[in-house]
């Protein structure tokens, strides 16, 4: 018999969120002879229709004799792409294995680093990756982690841990206990795990998600995704200079469901909101997924994924 090939391992799988539909409200009657929805084409594409728009835009209602139909503007994005296998960052000529100025340095190689495996003097004290594509796996401890330059892959393992990612497009996993993750630049996938984790993706485009627990979730503009999982989790829409001004940088809500809320900053509150109507295509699948976007003036806070705009009550919303 031929032996079964031994598989390639995987150094920390990340699961893939998994959807929860949200119960949508019975549509109002369709005219006999509706428009049909627009086409997605490339990334985004805005819809056109005809009659009369009772408030003069494509994302109001479409009236035609007595009845009226949603129009949905269709927009087509893609998951954060991951950058493999990532630039390792320039030399920065840190001393390594040692510490200097209180933390604990590595070295700028490609490190492969179990904490408890590290000297006493490293104990307690924060550790920073330097440069190199790092794979960092923490204590039981609280761990304070920080991969500086590379594509990093840090588990912090038990404990109330702090992860950052920094430069490059990093995986970040805060396994159980209270965690505080953030990605940094590029695209960043980071998981909170067991437990009620703070997660702020950072610059670029980033998938966040909160795992068990009650998790707060900071999107950060550039078209984050935000899963926050089981649990009471608050998604955390960024307002002010940060918002994004098309639908294609908003950031997308994977799993909105009761109890979860949507924080607000930057002094926006829920009677400066709007809502538009949008049809959400995530990865080209076969379906659209009616869903609503929150904006501000012509500024785009987010977009909540297989939610209608009347379920997103003022009760929903809470301030930071």
Known sequence: MTPTPTPTPVMIPIPTPVPIPIPTPVPTPTPANPTPSPTPMGNLTTGTSTGNLTNGTSTGNLTTGTSTQSIFTPVLIATPAISTPGAPGNPTGQPANTVSDGFYNLSDNNDNILLFS???????????????????????GADTINGMQGADTIDGGAGNDSLSGGKESDFLDGGAGDDGI??????????????????????????LIGGNGDDLLYGDRNQDFLTGGSGNDRFVLAGGLVAATSLTDADVIIDFTAGDKIGLTDGNTFASLTFEDVSLNVNARLADINSTAIKVGSSYLGIVQGVAKDALTANVFVLI
């Open 118 to 140: 590290l000297p006493p003097v490293a104990a307690g004290k924060p550790i920073f990756a330097l440069s190199g594509n790092d794979n960092i796996t923490g204590t039981s």
């Open 182 to 207: 953030f990605g940094g630049n590029d695209n960043d996938i980071l998981t909170g795990g067991e437990g009620n984790d703070t997660i702020r993706g950072g610059k670029d485009k980033d998938s």
